[in-house]
């Protein structure tokens, strides 16, 4: 009986210990004699460098460390290798305290290890990364025998930045800017041939001088090679002249911020009253103009007088006031109706940006000096088929902080007569035109008398004139008074086959015009 009661005790006491055994071993519950682990909670994997060069062969060192006390006695680790190619590595790169067995395919990388013998390993790998900028993670799987419950371990992620020759570049749109003077830069970014990874970021330091401080940055998110992105800084102003280097940078995920050359540099010019006339358009040689009076610019035409219903080309000369022009300001110039839409390859500035919205020309992007110029060319295919005056709204902004204000006078253009040949067959146009002149007197007794200009074999007093069809704008011709006739009268006949479609009769010295337009058979 005693012998019975101490081997039920000593059974009792092997069955506590198994219940503390198992607890001990992260929850092993005993059923039938049979142990089912369940999963592991100490796993680790780490690979160093952080951070490498895309398309950049580098060794990458995992280290593997499996739980403890282990579940099961033998254990496979996985390598995921997808988008790197790899060098399959041999024995000697593993490090094991014992018991490992090493094995690779194109796509992985496998480690067998007997776990009563070593539970860490070590491995070096000759890696290449992929082409593009991004983020890489690397989850190693493991599977005991015998045990139908896997295991995983990832590592920190793997940051694969761009070689200096695959890099982005930065421009900036404004390269010159007035100082103290509200201004807004738009930097446009274009990724390089390595992309942006997922995670992108951009953006330039602000250099010193200019308000407000600090990095002015732009989340891209995942950027194909050749990819822009566009962001703005402003309104701002620049208190210090001279050239300004807005340093710039990309970064993709968590990796470090990569300079990229050349970063934009903004030159900063004095803005202020000039000293003197300045010169040419745009601040350019050739020219001299004189500041105006008043805060507000001047806009000129020139021809003020065209022909009806024929192609005319305006030069509209904007003349900067006391305020200048800053590259944030504008000169917008609105072609009125009847006269040809203004579209591109019609019109053309001597400098800044263009742009035309409906019947709108717009110039920004000019720095102007008070007296400075800018010239605006507008080719018309046709101006209006009706005589009369027609006025080009004109504004402008000095900067952008001010309000599109109309100039005090806009230029107007004069459309004078045109007279078209019927179309019926045999028809011509005969123009007879009387020009009155003044009188000269000539000493005590002058006298205003006309004589008539005849063509060639209608009195030998008369001088001939032949009139030559031209393709373009109409010529023009003068007629004097050389004293030798006090006056003179001038009579065209065009050709049967020909047709006058312009009259333009400009007087000089005082003197008096008549145009007499008659149809005949």
């Known amino acids: 009986m005693w012998r019975w009661r101490v081997r039920r005790g000593l059974l009792a006491l092997a069955g506590v210990m198994a219940l503390t055994g198992a607890a001990v071993l992260t929850g092993t519950v005993v059923l039938t004699g049979t142990a089912v682990p369940a999963v592991a909670e100490v796993t680790s994997l780490a690979v160093s460098p952080a951070t490498v060069q895309a398309g950049q062969e580098t060794p990458l060192t995992f280290t593997f460390t499996a739980p403890t006390p282990p579940p099961a006695?033998?254990?496979?680790?996985?390598?995921?290798?997808?988008g790197w190619t790899f060098v399959p590595p041999t024995q000697s790169d593993l490090t094991c305290q014992a018991g490992c067995e090493l094995g690779s395919s194109s796509t992985q990388i496998s480690v067998s290890m007997r776990l009563d013998l070593a539970t860490t390993f070590t491995l070096v790998v000759q890696a290449t990364p992929p082409d593009s900028a991004g983020s890489a993670s690397f989850t190693a799987t493991g599977v005991f025998r015998d045990l139908s419950t896997p295991l995983a371990a990832t590592a920190p992620p793997v940051i694969v930045t761009c070689p200096a020759d695959g890099l982005g570049s930065m421009s900036v749109n404004r390269p010159t800017v007035p100082e103290d003077t509200a201004t807004t830069l738009t930097f446009t970014y274009t990724a390089g041939s390595c992309g942006l990874g997922p995670g992108g970021t951009v953006g330039v330091a602000v250099p010193d001088g200019w308000t407000p401080a600090g990095q002015v940055t732009v989340s891209t998110g995942n950027l194909a090679p050749g990819?822009?992105?566009?962001?703005?800084?402003g309104p701002a102003q620049a208190s210090i002249t001279g050239s300004a280097t807005f340093s710039a940078w990309q970064s993709s995920s968590a990796g470090p911020q990569q300079a990229l050359a050349p970063s934009p540099v903004v030159t900063v010019t004095p803005f202020g009253p000039a000293s003197g006339p300045a010169s040419g358009p745009a601040g350019g040689p050739g020219?001299?103009?004189?500041?105006?009076?008043?805060?507000?610019?001047?806009?000129?035409?020139?021809?003020?007088?065209?022909?009806?219903?024929r192609p005319s080309t305006l030069r509209f000369t904007y003349?900067?006031?006391?305020?200048?022009?800053?590259p944030s300001g504008e000169i917008t110039v609105d072609v009125p109706a009847g006269w040809t839409a203004p579209a591109v390859g019609s019109v053309s500035a001597s400098s800044g940006q263009l742009t035309i919205s409906s019947r709108r020309i717009t110039v920004t992007g000019v720095t102007l000096r008070p007296g400075q110029q800018l010239i605006i060319t507008y080719r018309a295919k046709a101006a209006p088929g009706t005589a009369g005056a027609t006025t080009f709204a004109t504004s402008q902004r000095p900067d952008g902080t001010a309000t599109l204000t109309a100039?005090?006078?806009?230029?107007?253009?004069?459309v004078a007569l045109t007279q078209v040949a019927p179309g019926h067959p045999g028809s011509w146009l005969l123009v007879l035109l009387a020009v009155t002149?003044?009188?000269?007197?000539?000493?005590?007794?002058?006298?205003?008398?006309?004589?008539?200009?005849?063509?060639?074999?209608?009195?030998?007093?008369?001088?001939?004139?032949?009139?030559?069809?031209?393709?373009?704008?109409?010529?023009?011709?003068t007629v004097r008074n050389t004293g030798h006739r006090?006056?003179?009268t001038?009579?065209?006949?065009?050709?049967a086959s020909g047709t006058v479609t312009t009259i333009d009769i400009e007087p000089h010295d005082g003197g008096t015009v008549t145009a007499i337009e008659e149809m005949q058979p």
């Not at 001038?490 to 050709?495: A, F, G, M």
């Open 490 to 495: 001038v009579r065209i006949e065009p050709r």
């Open 319 to 326: 003349t900067a006031g006391t305020e200048g022009l800053a």
């Open 407 to 414: 100039l005090a006078r806009s230029p107007v253009v004069t």
């Open 437 to 477: 002149g003044l009188v000269l007197v000539a000493g005590a007794a002058g006298l205003a008398a006309f004589r008539r200009l005849r063509r060639a074999g209608h009195g030998a007093a008369g001088g001939n004139v032949r009139a030559v069809p031209h393709t373009g704008p109409p010529p023009s011709v």
């Open 486 to 488: 006090p006056a003179l």
């Open 227 to 233: 990819t822009p992105v566009s962001f703005s800084y």
């Open 73 to 82: 006695q033998y254990l496979t680790v996985t390598l995921p290798m997808q």
């Open 287 to 309: 020219s001299s103009a004189t500041p105006q009076p008043g805060s507000a610019g001047t806009v000129t035409v020139t021809p003020s007088r065209v022909t009806a219903s």
